[in-house]
């Protein structure tokens, strides 16, 4: 399969520039690892005459269309329309999408179905219907004149929801080939770095392919190959993960896991272990990433946010002295948070965050960027000095989070804590 | 003059997904403040051919062309050459921009200037000169056969920078018409509800204009208008938002507003008031969402995740007898774990939230999306019982999330806490 695609987004919110075309990228990744080249990226808005224009000019010059957006219920959601216009399909209903609008309406939304949704479950005759587990707007795929076609709704989550449902699955489909993709997760290098440690072999490989992908000092290197069966394209990407592997060492946590959280989850369930959080800068964000995870529970016990020095004393227990003495944000304090934390949850283990997220230096006169990090275990408290610099507030707490669940997992897997 | 301007980004690393086309939405929301409408975003590969094409695409529907990226002095970096040939201009080198860039290397980078560079000095003959004051790659731009181009660096930091040094005041002097936009938040509407309250007014109206997003059981409504001056606008914008807020009432929490938690940080501040929180299913949501704001420690004193039913007694000291009464998802128990927060953190105010966020029943089988939310004052604690069905996780945790947050400024703000 050698398609040509573009991504056509449909949406006046991002020529006023409210969001970033985060679809677009996503839906960029996926295919490229699906070995299909994405040539152009569009964007229109909410208005009949400029997308029927920008069609015209797609399928002109590529043969698999990706319309993303414009799908829901209300008068200015016109994608559907046009493009059945377009390619001269009549909309039908399909009574099935209808019925699980309904529902959706009645068992997830608690009211009934307003009757403007009745459009959503119209679809161009012939089409492949793409069911939206998350939300109401039905996406479809279909192939006309030499052009395949696929429709899919704007809000990210139910995009890449009903991409890995239906979109993928069908995308394969028109392919003999298999691809199979293996994501390698590491921590505490940068993208540079990585690739330089990996660059022979990142530059001539051309089946299985390697790339990478940063995101908050994190790197997630995707190799991907393509065979015949996916017994094949296993074996092939055996040897590139154990190259890496060999090339990274410890910096590498984690093979087809979503981050960080969820590599400490396997971990910390295998062992039956338990964990607790004393956050201070970062405001509650550990737990909240962690119990974003499914089966959190028989992991995480709960913590304190002790955002106020007060609270540090009162709620979590940490001594007085300490905190006059070293100030806040300081390495015993570090320690003694994540001590305090253990203690009064019972966990086996606690992780504590302290430092000066900015935009200010704090009431002692520490930068922003300054943080410490620490774990206690049963036989021994670690303790990580960050220098995060001048960087966004947001940027500083999810750099910090991270650390965290680093030392968490290095613990756990027996190599040195508080090394980077 | 109203333009129609096209954004051209140009870098393969955009269709590989690497990145989002984050220049094309910063681009869009400034053009968008100086009057000028952004019809399409068009985004094309390190190619000379492709780019050719999508120029001439862009001139046969566009008079204003702003080209980002490719601009650097590898070989890829194509974007002047193809430019000037499309246009039918000669490139000449600048020697006071090829001195800066010699200059910005000893200086800023401390070393020699590699020859590649001396072709960032060469730009079309009559071009205004763009000076790139945090990188090398200068910019320009031009007008030919009516339509005006701009091109600018693709590294966000270097086009923000040379945007509003160079490309911002050149454009001023183009446009007559400003644009100002207001945006309306409410909660506790779906979109659909809103649209129906709005109707006649939504589709009636052209200059100013009213449009609906939505996120996380929260609406968006953003009403722009197009004036000769901003005086004019702004009072073109005050009978629409009049009119919403009579029709959506209470539902309406403020304006101009990034959401909830800064609309709360703001009613707090104002009255130096401060709050804590008890967090069960949320897992310290609440906490993250309101300290990643600037500020927030002045009104956010700290809490417990009590995701643990023995944290909440033996952290918290919610008693034991009525979480083996009516166990730890209930009315009394969310009621106590707010009352609970405020003591032992000494804040004015407290919010809670226990629920079943999934995938799960609990252990009482509670089913999946009941979800109690507790505010605790110093005369009186409330609770709203949720049923938020059948949702993910994150959507269920997210809507209680902002249900704690709209208690707290329901209350703030002196109308009924409870009622939805």
Known sequence: MAHQAEIIAVGTELLLGNIANTDAQYLSGELSSLGIGVYWHTVVGDNPRR??????????????????????PTYDDLTKQVLCQAFGLPLEL??????GIRLFYRESLHREMPENNVSQAMLPVGCTVFPNAVGTAPGCGFEKDGVRV??????????????????????RGLSREVIVSRDILCFGLGESSVEELLHDRMTEMENPTLATYAKSAEVRLRAT?????????????????????????????GTDVSGLPEQCLRLLSGRQLTFATAESCTGGQIAAEFTALPGASAAYRGGVVSYWTSVKHDVLGVEQSLLDRYGAVSDPVARAM????????GADLAVSVTGV?????????????LVFVGLAAPENTFCRRLELGQRRRDRIRGVSVNHAFDMLRRYLTGIPVEEL
Chains 1, 2 share one sequence.
């Open 51 to 72: 997308l029927r224009d920008a069609l015209a000019v797609a399928r002109s010059r590529a043969d698999l269309l990706i319309v993303t957006g414009g799908l829901g």
């Open 94 to 99: 399909h009574e099935d999408i209808l019925e």
């Open 150 to 171: 696929l429709m899919l709704p704007g809000p990210p989550f139910e995009l890449k929801t009903m991409y890995r449902r239906c979109a993928e699955p069908y995308l």
């Open 225 to 253: 190959a393509r065979a015949a069966s996916r017994k094949e394209a296993e074996a092939m990407l055996a040897p590139v993960e154990a190259e890496v592997r060999a090339a990274l060492g410890s910096y590498v946590y």
């Open 338 to 345: 994540a001590q305090s934390a253990r203690r009064i949850t």
């Open 357 to 369: 997220a900015g935009p200010d230096r704090d009431e002692r006169g520490n930068p922003v960027g």
